[in-house]
């Protein structure tokens, strides 16, 4: 593992003997969750700590900070249905879900319903079989707040995202992908139920979701990165406003009015000015950036 400046001058390295494929790496001030095929590996201050090793296949993961930061839980969805949750570096609760998980988004931190004082953490999740639904976390255990059944055709849930003021000034919304190429978007009320408020074929499978003020600082906009490449960015119910690129997309985000695209050699920032967009690149062979209209 690298860190490296955008200019390409490594700062930081660490070179722990894992034995098994990095999917993702979790970073929270000094503390470090690498997380492997089957295994989860705690770093604080680059000392390994403990190493929590599933039953199966670790197939989403979601960091997840309890008591306002005070408490950090990692959760896992694994391929044999069951939702694991790793707290204080250890495995601490477990729950059956019936499908393998594909997807974890956490969504808010909240009193909870069980009693005044408690804190809970709300947290979406999708499965192979194209269910999801909400469950609320504390230290002592997890509670199934919803389930959506599987609807016909959609395929797996294939990326999940929680934002706010989508479709109003206050409004909360939960975004789910499917393996389908449906994007919808649910809007929660003041009893906490979702109500699906708009819903858009995008054409391809999406891979993940971003939200943010891409466009200007007052719009709220969903950007999706397709299987195929593209990158597609909609306001509550619009067709696409940005589509760009093309193959060997790994992630995308957005990053105040601006869409960082990873792919397989440079970092590239969409940015949106008035009606001209412009294309910042920086690659890993050179120290300078330059921009070009798209």
Known sequence: ?????????????????????????????????IIGEHSVFCYDND???????????ITCCEYVPMAG???HCIVLGCADGILRVVLRNALHFEAPLRSPLTALRFQREGPSARGS????????????????????ITAQGMTLLSRQAPQQSTGAVTALHSMLGL???STRELVVAYESSLLQVFRATESNELLLCC??????????LDAGHALD?????????????RVLAYTAGSVPILTALAGGIQQVLIWGCCVLVVAGSCSKWLGIDGCEAYNL??????????????
Not at 199 to 208: E, F, M, P, Q, Y
Request: contains cysteine; glycine residues 12%; proline residues 3%.
């Open 69 to 71: 930061g005070a408490e």
């Open 117 to 136: 004082g408690l804190v809970q953490c709300e947290l979406a999740f999708g499965c192979r079989n194209g269910a999801w639904g909400r469950l609320a």
């Open 167 to 169: 479709t109003g000034a």
């Open 217 to 229: 600082a007052g719009t709220m906009c969903i950007v999706a990165h397709t299987q195929s490449g």
């Open 1 to 33: 593992m690298r860190g490296l400046t955008k200019k390409g001058k490594e700062f930081y390295r660490i070179e722990p003997a894992l034995g098994e494929k990095i999917q993702q790496v979790i970073v929270c001030n000094t503390n470090m969750w």
């Open 199 to 208: 819903s858009n074929k995008v054409g391809d499978a999406v891979v993940n």
């Open 47 to 57: 000392r390994a700590l403990a190493t929590v090793t599933c039953p199966a296949d």
């Open 281 to 294: 690149v920086y690659t890993h062979h050179a120290h300078h950036a330059h921009t070009t209209p798209l």
